[in-house]
């Protein structure tokens, strides 16, 4: 490597995996140093920010740009980089990090993830990523469109409690209340009305931690793998969850999976979510983007 003209941009969420981000910053920072690579620190005060920022060293023609913390500053990463020259370098740090298990870097410390950005970009090694695209805006894992999103959204909107309870508590206040949505999708042009729990799309297999909803999706195929989980009761909804974790729900008979290049989803009263990001509300029009990104694995 040669150290004297490689420069990588470092877009650090602080707050990610209760605190984790930030207290593994030094330990990659100096093996990076250490390396020879000139480290631009970025520092945004909000989401917005830090887009900015990420956008506009890509346009200096940054070697790489490097996201620490979870799905949430990878999708921030993504649209900085989408469709550009400039890779993409994760140090997982979220809660969910379910990019890092799609390219594995899952369970790596800081300074593990560190030594493989330098590698990859001393050997020139890339992983070429499919993305899903919708009014502009990319994400790498799992738009939830259905009882998932409903129980974001509320969870967003509650003070208490912190971290992982505060999902759990709104999926529990959520359940109870919960009935079957009408749908009408649209599947490269062919209309489908029907009714379910929930209707993912998926780029990658997983979202939220690890939970295989799309299992079989592919990374590198050009398509978008859309799942449908058709009404059930409220008691089968809760033994079929831990299957989730397992990919094994897509024996279920509520279960129905179709693979596109675009999809439009429309549903009454849904804000969408994606990488663990608000989206905005149904319809939208989600479009599979072939090799629209690059990552430092």
């Known amino acids: 490597m040669s150290s004297s003209r490689r420069e990588i941009a470092w877009l650090v969420n602080p707050t990610a995996g209760k605190g984790r981000a930030g207290r593994g910053v030094a330990v990659a920072l100096s093996r990076l140093r250490a390396a020879g690579l000139t480290v631009r620190e970025l520092a945004g005060r909000d989401a917005d920010e830090s887009l900015d920022l990420a956008r506009a060293a890509v ?9 620490v913390g979870g799905d949430g500053m990878v999708n921030i990463g993504l649209q900085a980089t989408a469709t550009t020259s400039t890779p993409l370098g994760l140090v997982p740090a979220g809660t969910g990090n379910d990019v890092a298990r799609y390219v594995g870097l899952h369970g790596l410390g800081p300074l593990a993830a560190a030594d493989r950005i330098v590698r990859t970009l001393t050997t020139g090694e890339r992983r070429t990523l499919d993305l899903a695209r919708t009014g502009g805006r990319y994400y790498a894992t799992v738009l939830a469109a259905g009882f998932d999103a409903v129980v974001n959204e509320r969870a967003n909107a509650m003070a208490w409690p912190k971290g992982q309870m505060r999902y759990n508590l709104a999926t529990l206040l959520e359940l109870r209340t919960f009935t079957p949505l009408s749908y009408v999708l649209d599947l490269d042009g062919r209309e489908l009305t029907t009714r379910a729990m929930l ?11 690890g939970l295989r909803i799309t299992e079989g999706a592919l990374l590198d195929d050009g398509l978008l793998d859309v799942v449908i989980i058709k009404p059930m009761s409220k008691p089968d909804l809760v033994r ?3 299957r ?18 675009r ?4 549903a009454p009263g849904i804000v969408a979510y994606a990488d663990g990001e608000r ?11 072939p090799a629209a990104v690059e990552v430092l694995a």
């Open 240 to 242: 079929t969850y831990p």
């Open 263 to 266: 999809v439009t989803v429309a």
């Open 279 to 289: 989206f905005g509300p149904l319809p939208l029009t989600i479009e599979a983007v």
């Open 199 to 209: 209707v993912a799309v998926g780029n990658g297999p997983s979202f939220g931690g």
């Open 244 to 261: 989730l974790f397992r990919g094994t729900h897509t024996t279920h008979p509520q279960y129905e999976h179709h693979r596109v290049r």
């Open 59 to 67: 346009a200096d023609g940054t070697d790489g740009l490097v996201v």
